[in-house]
């Protein structure tokens, strides 16, 4: 009966380490898969690099000025140099260029931007950059309807009623898409909780500070969204509208980060059942010792004895087979983890041409690090009334009148706001 157990207990075992065998080998052929691929990926990322000459390296921020209804007024860009020193070499499509950080002259010729005389310790610099007709990343429509009616912005002054508010954020097909790619755009719309009630917007998240409620909605890298927003308003302004675009979460450096840590607990813990192993095969031993002086010591059991130390013969012959198969597997694990290690190598290599990719774009050039800031014109009195037309000079007694009672209502209104 013992013997039979210990069959039993041998085929199990074999079955366990040819199926173990199985699931090592495909975790083996996934590695090589997912390290070819990311080898695959990150030489096609890596490939378009472009430099601009020896251009100081530098961070880019974009601000944009917007309209009432999204389309583009003014482009300009903030160059900002960390650790300066001597003369400053950069590139830009600009129109026009200005320094932000001393008085120092900044010479602009066909794209070339150029300032001599640096300092001797590192400082951070800045200069601004305005652009001409550029195609930006993203395109934007604001729309407005008040009581089911579409009106403009400035119709939109200081009325009320219900109002609809409908933002489009897309993608321009116009445009280099390495940023509407790579790049989350993050919508914040601020309403004065005195101006608007009532409010509902699908989706968006919404923060309430003092007399300011502030609604955001995000739009993940390559997508569009239509955001609606609407409320019940009374003597309606609103504030300037903001948008940002930034680069996506670095996903890759968390879940590389994480694979590491599992293959280091992967190759801790087969060490430990080594280990283990070790040690039962050595009690065997001991074990098989004790038997021998037990057969010696008791005649009359000789023959029960004797197939006693065959089975646990069989089965020690057993225990180190599979102490045999934890060693391979173990150098098994050490190629694994070898295996893993490349395929981490090539992760950074992804995460670094992820982080470095650079295009031709005039937007681009030699910057490390792009962020984009959008801002909306506001709907507020000061912004029209130097656009409102000329109203005829009064002329009869009961004209005059009715123009100071309408100029002390407008300054009324006006200073309530």
Same mark, same amino acid.
């Given at each position: 009966?013992?013997?039979?157990?210990? &069959?039993?207990? &041998?085929?199990?075992?074999?079955?366990?380490?040819?199926?173990?065998?199985?699931?090592?080998?495909?975790? /083996?052929?996934? /590695?090589?898969?997912?390290?070819?691929? *990311?080898?695959?990926?990150?030489?096609?990322?890596? *490939?378009?690099?472009?430099?601009?000459?020896?251009?100081?390296?530098?961070?880019?921020?974009?601000?944009?000025?917007? %309209? $009432?209804?999204?389309?583009?007024?003014?482009?300009?860009?903030?160059?900002?140099?960390?650790?300066?020193?001597?003369?400053?070499?950069?590139? @830009?499509?600009?129109?026009?260029?200005?320094?932000?950080?001393?008085?120092?002259?900044?010479?602009?010729?066909?794209?070339?931007?150029?300032?001599?005389?640096?300092?001797?310790?590192?400082?951070?610099?800045?200069?601004?950059?305005?652009?001409?007709?550029?195609?930006?990343?993203?395109?934007?429509?604001?729309?407005?309807?008040?009581? @089911?009616?579409?009106?403009?912005?400035?119709?939109?002054?200081?009325?009320?009623?219900?109002?609809?508010?409908?933002?489009?954020?897309?993608?321009?097909?116009?445009?280099?898409?390495?940023?509407?790619?790579?790049?989350?755009?993050?919508?914040?719309?601020?309403?004065?909780?005195?101006?608007?009630?009532?409010?509902?917007?699908?989706?968006?998240?919404?923060?309430?500070?003092? $007399?300011? /409620?502030?609604?955001?909605?995000?739009?993940?890298? @390559?997508? #569009?969204?239509?955001?609606? !927003?609407?409320?019940?308003?009374?003597?309606?302004?609103?504030?300037?509208?903001?948008?940002?675009?930034?680069?996506?979460?670095?996903?890759?450096?968390?879940?590389?980060?994480?694979?590491? #840590?599992?293959?280091? %607990?992967?190759? =801790?813990?087969?060490?430990?059942?080594? %280990?283990?192993?070790?040690?039962?095969?050595?009690?065997?031993?001991?074990?098989?010792?004790?038997?021998?002086?037990?057969?010696?010591?008791?005649?009359?059991?000789?023959? =029960?004895?004797?197939?006693?130390?065959?089975?646990? $013969?069989?089965?020690?012959?057993?225990? +180190? +087979?599979?102490?045999?198969?934890?060693?391979?597997?173990?150098?098994?694990?050490?190629?694994?983890?070898?295996?893993?290690?490349?395929? /981490?190598?090539?992760?950074?290599?992804?995460?670094?041409?992820?982080?470095?990719?650079?295009?031709?774009?005039?937007?681009?050039?030699? *910057?490390?690090?792009?962020?984009?800031?959008?801002?909306?014109?506001?709907?507020?009195?000061?912004?029209?009334?130097?656009?409102?037309?000329?109203?005829?000079?009064?002329?009869?007694?009961?004209?005059?009148?009715?123009?100071?009672?309408?100029? !002390?209502?407008?300054? %009324?209104? +006006?200073?309530?706001?």
């Amino acid at each position: 009966m013992l013997v039979s157990r210990l &069959q039993r207990s &041998q085929k199990q075992r074999g079955r366990w380490g040819r199926k173990l065998s199985r699931l090592l080998l495909l975790g /083996l052929l996934g /590695l090589v898969l997912v390290s070819t691929t *990311a080898s695959m990926y990150a030489a096609s990322v890596q *490939a378009p690099l472009a430099t601009s000459g020896n251009a100081s390296p530098k961070d880019e921020t974009v601000f944009v000025n917007l %309209g $009432n209804d999204g389309a583009v007024r003014e482009v300009y860009v903030v160059n900002t140099f960390h650790a300066l020193t001597g003369a400053l070499l950069d590139f @830009g499509a600009y129109s026009s260029v200005q320094n932000l950080s001393d008085e120092r002259e900044i010479s602009l010729s066909d794209g070339r931007v150029e300032m001599v005389g640096g300092t001797q310790e590192e400082r951070v610099f800045r200069y601004q950059g305005t652009l001409g007709q550029v195609a930006l990343p993203w395109l934007f429509n604001v729309g407005y309807q008040l009581n @089911g009616k579409t009106v403009t912005a400035e119709q939109l002054l200081g009325a009320s009623g219900r109002l609809r508010i409908s933002i489009s954020v897309r993608p321009n097909p116009a445009a280099p898409s390495h940023f509407a790619d790579r790049y989350t755009v993050q919508a914040v719309v601020p309403l004065l909780v005195d101006k608007a009630a009532d409010v509902y917007a699908s989706g968006a998240t919404s923060l309430l500070v003092g $007399n300011r /409620l502030t609604l955001g909605f995000v739009v993940q890298p @390559g997508e #569009s969204h239509l955001q609606t !927003i609407e409320a019940t308003v009374r003597d309606f302004v609103l504030p300037r509208m903001e948008i940002t675009a930034f680069r996506a979460a670095k996903v890759q450096g968390a879940w590389r980060d994480n694979l590491q #840590s599992a293959l280091s %607990g992967l190759t =801790g813990g087969l060490t430990e059942m080594v %280990g283990g192993t070790t040690t039962l095969r050595n009690g065997l031993s001991t074990l098989h010792t004790g038997v021998g002086e037990l057969r010696s010591s008791l005649i009359p059991l000789t023959n =029960g004895a004797l197939e006693f130390e065959a089975a646990l $013969n069989e089965y020690a012959q057993g225990v +180190e +087979e599979f102490a045999a198969g934890l060693a391979d597997l173990h150098a098994a694990d050490l190629e694994v983890q070898k295996a893993g290690q490349l395929m /981490l190598g090539h992760l950074t290599a992804v995460q670094s041409g992820y982080n470095d990719v650079s295009t031709a774009d005039p937007l681009r050039g030699n *910057a490390r690090s792009v962020q984009f800031v959008f801002v909306t014109s506001p709907i507020e009195a000061e912004h029209y009334t130097a656009t409102l037309p000329e109203l005829p000079v009064p002329t009869t007694l009961t004209e005059r009148i009715v123009e100071l009672v309408r100029r !002390i209502l407008l300054l %009324g209104r +006006e200073s309530t706001r």
